[in-house]
């Protein structure tokens, strides 16, 4: 809590959660009390408190007494997640944040010293980015953004179907938690119903021929909150909608806590990616393909918002490459250049 002392008029960055977790004490705290248990100022509190509601966290105001959370966050719990690794996914190291602007970020600059296998997660991101300069916007404990660290032995060329390779194991590790209808769009995102659902984000760095570093990056909408489902610019869905839906036989499944989610997600990762260094991409191309969000339809593909080619997704190929049957006949094009588009309505 120390390095939230303060008495600033404003809350200093990388204080929401503490404020949050002081909220959640199970009593009702007035400014003053709350300020007195974080060192800060009543109104870097009362500043606080704004931006946990404008991020969808239920606070209560009991007027004349005082604040309190609706419900507990459902935060991460760090020494749960690292028993399950330890028998799960032992190559794997956990550090747990409560904020930072981008895991991917934050990673990318412990590059030198970080082991593979690394993993960064925060219960709250704050500038989280995606591809081609999108931002991520994720919902404070209401999503899981995480990134993983892999050092592959071989070059960087051989690393282009691994985004689909990402997605087709975090998508089997959802459907083990009973959370199926979850497809994918080429090249690294994840659907339900046509809404985005889940991003992934690979930066590798390291020559075309020796050895790279990949940083893995994924988000995913948990639960979002109404306030965060409003700045964000395109059709986005979350995992407690995938439950809800259930098997589309109208059992809606239970959703899984945080720390459940993100166990699974990577005990997944930890067993696909050593197979992929092995076997490459053509290991997951049938899996990828089985839950291709756009088999047999028409799509465009776009570079800088113009159209560069359009035809029938057919599937995908051994590296990754997108299969597209246009007039010229079928063409591959990879994930770099482009990005795709249905003809109809959703993503
Ligand atoms: C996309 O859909 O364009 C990819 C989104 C990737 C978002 C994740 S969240 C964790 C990690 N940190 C980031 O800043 N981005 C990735």
């Excluded at 209401?142 to 390779?165: I, K």
């Excluded at 049938?286 to 570079?303: F, S």
């Amino acid at each position: 809590m120390d390095r939230c002392k303060s008495d600033l008029k404003v809350l200093p960055a990388g204080c929401l959660l503490a404020l949050a977790r002081t909220l959640s004490s199970g009593q009702i705290l007035s400014l003053g009390d709350l300020a007195a248990r974080m060192d800060l100022s009543p109104e870097a509190v009362g500043r606080g408190i704004d931006v946990l509601k404008s991020q969808g966290v239920k606070v209560i105001e009991q007027s004349g007494a005082g604040y309190r959370l609706d419900a507990p966050l459902d935060l991460l719990d760090g020494d749960r997640l690292r028993r399950e690794l330890a028998q799960g996914a032992p190559g794997l190291v956990l550090e747990l944040v409560d904020e930072c602007d981008s895991t991917s970020s934050l990673l990318a600059s412990r590059l030198a010293t970080a082991t593979s296998g690394t993993v960064l997660t925060c219960e709250y991101q704050r500038a989280g980015h995606g591809r081609r300069g999108h931002r991520w916007t994720s919902g404070l404990a209401a999503s899981l953004t995480f990134s993983l660290l892999w050092r592959f032995g071989g070059a960087s060329t051989t690393l282009s179907g691994l985004s689909l390779a990402v997605a087709v194991a975090v998508s089997r590790a959802l459907e083990r938690l009973g959370l199926s209808g979850i497809s994918l769009k080429w090249p690294n995102d994840l659907l339900f119903r046509g809404r985005k659902l889940g991003g992934i984000l690979i930066e590798v760095s390291g020559s075309p021929h020796g050895s790279s570093n990949a940083i893995i990056g994924i988000g995913l909408n948990v639960r979002l909150p109404a306030q965060v489902h409003a700045v964000i610019d395109r059709p986005v869905t979350d995992l407690a909608e995938v439950a809800s839906a259930g098997a589309g036989n109208g059992n809606s499944s239970p959703l899984p806590d945080r720390s459940a989610l993100l166990g699974e997600v990577l005990t997944a990762l930890a067993a696909m990616l050593p197979r992929y260094e092995q076997a490459g991409f053509a290991a997951f191309r049938a899996a990828w393909d089985e839950r291709h969000a756009h088999r047999g339809k028409q799509v465009r593909l776009l570079r800088d918002n113009l159209t560069v080619a359009q035809g029938e997704a057919v599937g995908v190929a051994e590296d990754g490459a997108l299969l597209l049957r246009t007039a010229r006949g079928l063409e591959r094009f990879h994930s770099g250049e482009v990005s795709l588009r249905t003809s109809g309505v959703g993503l």
